[in-house]
């Protein structure tokens, strides 16, 4: 079973979302951008690393969301999600392993072509994280909260 991390990712009511690369296992789906774990590695450190490594950015973990076991049929996976913040010195995510990424409302993630373990995960911690969601009518500007677990 692999172990895998992934960011629910939160800023103005939305969520990052990212597309698989062409020629990549699940090609075209959308995800929660994360990763494996390395061997030794615990979970934060390796969501961070990737997220690094994945983004170019830096986030803070603000809560552990759930975690499910996952089987495709190349592999199986276990994968953890955490939601996050973006850090206040944090440069503007950049997709440098993903086709496109996209700040997404709860409602347009509901239609996107989730990649399967994702998809599991999201209708899982929805309910969760609602209230990003209960404040979609609200304009999208910088005055809002960065914290997805204000309010």
Avoid at 105 to 111: A, G, H, P, T
């Amino acid at each position: 079973m692999l172990e895998v991390v992934c960011a629910v990712l939160i800023r103005d009511n939305r969520v990052l979302v990212c597309q698989r690369a062409p020629g990549k296992h699940l090609e075209g789906c959308w995800e929660f951008p994360g990763g494996k774990v390395e061997k030794g590695e615990n979970l934060h450190s390796a969501l961070k690393r990737e997220i690094v490594e994945e983004l170019r950015c830096s986030i803070e973990i603000d809560e552990a969301l759930t975690a499910i076991e996952h089987h495709y049929p190349q592999l199986s996976i276990n994968l953890h999600a955490f939601s996050c913040h973006l850090t206040p010195d944090s440069p503007e995510p950049s997709a440098y392993e993903h086709s496109s990424m996209q700040w997404v409302s709860c409602k347009e993630l509901d239609e996107l072509d989730l990649a399967g373990a994702d998809l599991r995960l999201w209708h899982m911690i929805a309910s969760k994280i609602g209230g990003i969601c209960s404040e979609e009518s609200r304009s999208d500007d910088s005055a809002h909260s960065s914290d997805p677990l204000s309010s």
